[in-house]
């Protein structure tokens, strides 16, 4: 059974740098797949930030493309955002979750993680 | 990029059937029979309902189903139950070269 778990600071100051990591348990990372990463702020709906699939395609939402990046560790079957300069907007649950390409669909999520930015 | 967009809430009693909207673009919901349809429950993750347009995976109830016409894609539920209230997300796929989702902004669906 394929697993997902995200973790990383519950906390985060205004413009440090956020990073989360997503390990995946039950099934073996490979550079054919695709991962996402979605956040939620609080109250509100989800906001889709980006896909990865092997190291080197990356595509993320041109609202959040130039503070955004994705990585991927097939050793360790984990996966990584990071967001730079964070503000308040940026206080969201944080979703990672994994692509079928050919559904365009997240067949499978992890639970999420809060991440609130504050001083 | 802006949302797809649906109405903030729905409602409907038990038994009777409730259609939820989305409404995009020809650059998204429109161009592509990639949308899809996403159920979450109040502080669980979202769980996918309908992939291209109208298909169900294995396990979703056939109470639910989903349509398109032209740059409008529908949610229904048949047969309500107290368990479907719940919010409920669309989302679409959008661009050949630079692949992107889009998600509209969620409906919450209560059931009387």
């Known amino acids: 059974q394929v697993q997902l778990q995200e973790s990383g600071p519950g906390l985060v100051k205004p413009s440090d740098a956020l990073t989360l990591t997503c390990s995946v348990s039950?099934?073996?990372?490979?550079?054919?797949?695709?991962w996402g990463w979605i956040r939620q702020p609080p109250g509100k709906g989800l906001e889709w930030i980006g896909f990865?699939?092997?190291?080197?395609?990356?595509f993320y939402s041109p609202s959040l493309s130039s503070r955004v990046t994705m990585s991927l560790d097939t050793s360790k079957n984990q996966f990584f955002l990071k967001v730079n300069s964070v503000t308040a907007v940026d206080t969201a649950v944080y979703y990672c979750?994994?692509?079928?390409?050919?559904?365009?669909?997240?067949?499978?999520w992890g639970p999420g993680t809060m991440v609130t930015v504050s001083s | 990029q802006s949302a797809l967009t649906q109405p903030p809430s729905a409602s409907g009693s038990p038994g009777q059937s409730v259609t939820i909207s989305c409404t995009g673009t020809?650059?998204?919901?429109?161009?592509?029979?990639?949308v899809s349809w996403y159920q979450q429950h109040p502080g669980k993750a979202p769980k996918f309902l309908i992939y291209?347009?109208?298909k169900r995976p294995s396990g979703v109830p056939d109470r639910f189903s989903g349509s398109k016409s032209g740059n409008t894609a529908s949610l229904t539920v048949s047969g309500l139950q107290a368990e479907d209230e719940a919010d409920y997300y669309c989302?679409?796929?959008?661009?050949?070269?630079?692949?992107?989702?889009?998600f509209g902004g969620g409906t919450k669906l209560t059931v009387l």
């Open positions: 979750a994994r692509y079928d390409r050919v559904t365009a669909i997240f067949d499978i």
């Open positions: 039950g099934f073996s990372i490979s550079i054919d797949d695709w």
């Open positions: 990865i699939h092997d190291s080197t395609n990356t």
């Open positions: 020809s650059s998204d919901v429109g161009g592509y029979n990639y």
């Open positions: 291209e347009v109208t």
């Open positions: 989302s679409s796929y959008a661009g050949n070269d630079n692949p992107h989702l889009i």
